[in-house]
């Protein structure tokens, strides 16, 4: 992985445009099994539905130098490498003074505090963001957001049977593959198998220090 670091910052209705841009690149949506194109009025609706109810917690990704970025006590909050041990926001300045990135988007969907369980998704937006780790890094940070900040138990996720790439980069930040378990789903390129992968908060746990080296 690079030197870079990555950091994790709200989605904001203000993020709408930018992440439909992304959502709708080709690159981006042939790896998700919904294909439609995306709205901005769509993603409103998710926004407000889905986002502010807490159904779904949503953030941009960003990259970022090291020397970028400085403490600020309050605020609100974002999540980077040093973030998941304390609650002391980094605070990055604008990509204009050129010291941060957004280049894509991580959540967790269906959220389900009762049973402690929620799906994981992410995209790179940015075409030449793709093969630098920063998909691995973001996932991390959100495994430790799900599992220490949401105190969830099981987090999981589905793929594409083609998107190798994604295979790796999820195995390592943290998740194993559910053998036996694959669904089918008819695309526009055609028929596509499904795969699942999951990682529970003991498995988690016990490789934390190790995986979070590097974030």
Same mark, same amino acid.
């Given at each position: 992985?690079?030197?870079?670091?990555?950091?994790?910052?709200?989605?904001?209705?203000?993020?709408?445009?930018?992440?439909?841009?992304?959502?709708?690149?080709?690159?981006?949506?042939?790896?998700?099994?919904?294909?439609?194109?995306?709205?901005?009025?769509?993603?409103?609706?998710?926004?407000?539905?889905?986002? !502010?109810? $807490?159904?779904?917690?949503?953030?941009?990704?960003?990259?970022?130098?090291?020397?970028?970025?400085?403490?600020?006590?309050?605020?609100?909050?974002?999540?980077?490498?040093?973030?998941?041990?304390?609650?002391?926001?980094?605070?990055?300045?604008?990509?204009?003074? $050129?010291?941060?990135?957004?280049? $894509?988007?991580?959540?967790?969907?269906?959220?389900?505090?009762?049973?402690?369980?929620?799906?994981?998704?992410?995209?790179?937006?940015?075409?030449?963001?793709?093969?630098?780790?920063?998909?691995?890094?973001?996932?991390?940070?959100?495994?430790?957001?799900?599992?220490?900040?949401?105190?969830?138990?099981?987090?999981?996720?589905?793929?594409?049977?083609?998107?190798?790439?994604?295979?790796?980069?999820? !195995?390592?930040?943290?998740?194993?593959?559910?053998?036996?378990?694959?669904?089918?789903?008819?695309?526009?390129?055609?028929?596509?198998?499904?795969?699942?992968? !999951?990682?529970?908060?003991?498995?988690?746990?016990?490789?934390?220090?190790?995986?979070?080296?590097?974030?």
């Amino acid at each position: 992985m690079g030197a870079e670091k990555v950091y994790l910052r709200p989605i904001t209705a203000e993020d709408t445009t930018k992440v439909v841009a992304w959502r709708n690149k080709d690159f981006v949506r042939k790896n998700f099994i919904y294909q439609k194109p995306f709205t901005e009025e769509g993603h409103m609706t998710w926004f407000r539905e889905q986002v !502010e109810t $807490g159904h779904v917690a949503q953030f941009i990704i960003c990259v970022a130098a090291s020397e970028g970025c400085r403490e600020k006590n309050g605020g609100a909050e974002n999540y980077g490498s040093e973030d998941v041990q304390s609650s002391t926001e980094k605070v990055c300045k604008t990509d204009a003074e $050129g010291f941060y990135r957004e280049v $894509g988007s991580v959540y967790l969907r269906d959220i389900d505090r009762e049973a402690g369980t929620a799906e994981y998704g992410v995209f790179i937006g940015e075409e030449d963001a793709l093969g630098r780790g920063y998909g691995t890094k973001a996932a991390k940070l959100m495994l430790a957001y799900g599992f220490e900040k949401l105190g969830l138990n099981k987090i999981f996720l589905r793929f594409l049977e083609d998107n190798t790439g994604a295979k790796k980069s999820y !195995e390592k930040a943290g998740f194993q593959m559910i053998e036996g378990r694959r669904e089918t789903v008819n695309l526009v390129q055609g028929k596509k198998a499904v795969f699942f992968m !999951e990682t529970e908060r003991g498995m988690w746990e016990g490789t934390r220090c190790l995986r979070m080296e590097n974030v």
